[in-house]
């Protein structure tokens, strides 16, 4: 069974550091991996999807990256703004179903 | 493009009673999932449909949950009865082939 972890739970930095949220999964075969942002009360935002072929993807000041044979992928924020404060959820495709991991709740203070 | 649309964006009841929330995928998907997002247990999948049929309904918890999907263009999940455990955000997703775009989701409270 597919299960994924993410690390860490909580993260607290102040504005302008480079950040990196960890996820793990114990399946290595997997479809797609995608990067979401939960604002809180919010519905998800995808923020980055990356193909089981592909190594890593990039969107402005997000890059994420995917290591299938280890398991891993890490989403990397540059020059962190308070406005990146939410919850980060890192998620596996499995055949059609995403199987969600717990979340880096992230604060950026000014 | 509209997004996936749920309906209603919060619902409170009482226990006992029956709920139904509604979803309206992205025009031109082939694939709705159900999710159910609480604190203790993150989100977890219900059930997923592709082209209006039920392909994996193992994570419906019991008996009083149910889905369906009529057409293409709507889906709903039905609890009936209700009750103060099956409070949690319900989310409806909608795909096409590559990544899987949410709704603003269900808040329901069961008192």
């Known amino acids: 069974k597919q299960e994924v972890t993410q690390i860490p739970a909580a993260l607290s930095v102040p504005e302008g550091e480079n950040l990196v949220l960890n996820c793990s999964f114990t399946d290595s075969a997997i479809y797609n991996l995608q990067w979401f942002r939960q604002d809180p009360g919010k519905g998800l935002t995808s923020l980055l999807l990356i193909q089981s072929s592909q190594r890593e993807q990039t969107s402005g000041r997000l890059n994420a990256s995917l290591d299938k044979s280890s398991g891993r992928s890490t989403l990397y924020i540059a020059a962190s703004q308070p406005g990146d404060s939410a919850t980060y959820l890192c998620a596996v495709e499995d055949t059609d179903k995403l199987i969600f991991g717990t979340g880096t709740r992230l604060q950026v203070f000014p | 493009d509209a997004g996936v649309i749920q309906s209603p964006r919060h619902e409170v009841t009482e226990m006992g009673q029956e709920v139904t929330l509604r979803c309206k995928p992205i025009?031109?998907?082939?694939?709705l999932f159900w999710y159910r997002q609480t604190m203790m247990r993150g989100l977890e999948l219900l059930i997923y449909?592709?082209?209006?049929?039920?392909?994996?309904d193992s994570g419906m918890p019991e008996d009083r949950f149910s889905a369906k999907m009529p057409n293409a263009s709507f889906s709903t999940l039905k609890i009936q009865p209700s009750e103060p455990r099956d409070s949690a955000v319900y989310f409806c997703?909608?795909?096409?082939?590559?990544?899987?775009?949410f709704g603003p989701g269900t808040r329901l409270t069961v008192t």
């Open positions: 025009s031109g998907h082939n694939s």
């Open positions: 997703a909608s795909s096409l082939s590559r990544g899987k775009y």
């Open positions: 449909f592709n082209n209006n049929v039920p392909i994996d």
